[in-house]
């Protein structure tokens, strides 16, 4: 094979992430940090899985089983969610067959500190929607099999918002038994959406320079994105925050965590900002960097551990 081919090749793999990528644990700060873990303890079943004091400021993660899904970190002296500004606008919650959706749909809904925001065929998966005590949005979600899921002919993943009766979701699916073993059932971060101020600027850092790959475009005010032929690891939305600048400190989200299978995938990384000009910090195991407003990405090699959460 002609060795311009062959560096053409190597190039066009490096500007992408690895096919094996995906999300881990997403921090939120919190201002009321005993509210914020007996909700998501009750309301989707997580359990505190360990914390740690730095300074004044508590971090403590919840998950299932030995999968992180949420840190926490008591800072009470910032002020509160602001609904239009860039930061988050959902974290997917992604459970394994339509008894654990429903069971934890029930448990968010009976628990009196959730609002109930909706619920969607979105052709790829089904969903239903949340919102935490301190304004944050929150997704509980399955996939559809990938077989189900169709194109246009342009390559573009179909989606959308179809009506999906919550009622009629949660008599066809629910038990009593799989209520009551939500936490010992399977579940991780399926994806993470976000509130941004533009969408071209979003397209340049999450996928040129990141690396995630557009699956949805036409999406009006949004963009969709994931690696190896998921429908979205990320998402970018312009809905409440079309002009926003930079984010102020706050509380709601943290840092969005995706994970990658070896080291040469955070080389390449590491290379994309470089080339973009873009600043970033690499401790070895990890790279982080922040959007055009302030949203920290932390991208790191697997089996992150609850020690390394619990990191300053």
């Given at each position: 094979?002609?060795?311009?081919?062959?560096?053409?090749?190597?190039?066009?793999?490096?500007?992408?992430?690895?096919?094996?990528?995906?999300?881990?644990?997403?921090?939120?700060?919190?201002?009321?940090?005993?509210?914020?873990?007996?909700?998501?303890?009750?309301?989707?079943?997580?359990?505190?899985?360990?914390?740690?004091?730095?300074?004044?400021?508590?971090?403590?993660?919840?998950?299932?089983?030995?999968?992180?899904?949420?840190?926490?970190?008591?800072?009470?002296?910032?002020?509160?969610?602001?609904?239009?500004?860039?930061?988050?606008?959902?974290?997917?919650?992604?459970?394994?067959?339509?008894?654990?959706?429903?069971?934890?749909?029930?448990?968010?809904?009976?628990?009196?500190?959730?609002?109930?925001?909706?619920?969607?065929?979105?052709?790829?998966?089904?969903?239903?929607?949340?919102?935490?005590?301190?304004?944050?949005?929150?997704?509980?979600?399955?996939?559809?099999?990938?077989?189900?899921?169709?194109?246009?002919?342009?390559?573009?993943?179909?989606?959308?918002?179809?009506?999906?009766?919550?009622?009629?979701?949660?008599?066809?699916?629910?038990?009593?038994?799989?209520?009551?073993?939500?936490?010992?059932?399977?579940?991780?971060i399926g994806h993470v959406h976000l509130q941004v101020g533009d969408i071209a600027q979003?397209?340049?850092?999450?996928?040129?320079?990141?690396?995630?790959?557009?699956?949805?475009?036409?999406?009006?005010?949004?963009?969709?994105?994931?690696?190896?032929?998921?429908?979205?690891?990320?998402?970018?939305?312009?809905?409440?925050?079309?002009?926003?600048?930079?984010?102020?400190?706050r509380l709601g989200l943290g840092d969005v965590a995706v994970t990658v299978p070896a080291?040469?995938?955070?080389?390449?990384?590491?290379?994309?900002?470089?080339?973009?000009?873009?600043?970033?910090?690499?401790?070895?195991?990890?790279?982080?960097?922040?959007?055009?407003?302030?949203?920290?990405?932390?991208?790191?090699?697997?089996?992150?551990?609850?020690?390394?959460?619990?990191?300053?």
């Open positions: 094979m002609d060795a311009n081919v062959t560096a053409r090749q190597s190039n066009d793999i490096a500007r992408v992430l690895d096919p094996n990528t995906g999300m881990d644990a997403v921090t939120l700060h919190v201002g009321d940090l005993e509210l914020m873990s007996s909700y998501y303890a009750n309301a989707l079943a997580l359990e505190p899985v360990e914390e740690r004091a730095h300074g004044r400021r508590v971090h403590r993660v919840l998950g299932r089983g030995t999968t992180p899904m949420v840190r926490l970190i008591s800072t009470p002296d910032l002020p509160g969610v602001d609904p239009r500004a860039a930061g988050l606008f959902h974290t997917a919650f992604l459970f394994e067959d339509r008894q654990s959706l429903a069971a934890t749909v029930h448990r968010a809904a009976q628990d009196s500190r959730s609002r109930f925001a909706g619920s969607s065929d979105h052709l790829v998966s089904e969903a239903f929607y949340f919102t935490d005590p301190e304004g944050n949005g929150i997704e509980l979600y399955i996939d559809r099999p990938r077989s189900e899921w169709s194109y246009a002919p342009d390559g573009e993943l179909r989606m959308a918002s179809e009506y999906l009766d919550p009622n009629a979701f949660l008599r066809e699916h629910l038990d009593q038994a799989t209520v009551d073993a939500a936490p010992r059932l399977p579940g991780k979003a397209r340049d850092f999450y996928v040129d320079t990141i690396g995630f790959e557009t699956t949805v475009r036409s999406y009006p005010g949004a963009l969709f994105a994931a690696a190896g032929g998921y429908h979205h690891h990320v998402a970018m939305n312009t809905w409440n925050s079309r002009g926003v600048g930079p984010r102020a400190s080291r040469e995938d955070l080389d390449a990384l590491v290379a994309r900002l470089k080339a973009k000009g873009t600043g970033f910090a690499d401790d070895g195991r990890s790279v982080s960097a922040k959007d055009p407003w302030g949203t920290q990405v932390t991208v790191s090699l697997p089996n992150t551990g609850v020690e390394d959460l619990l990191k300053a």
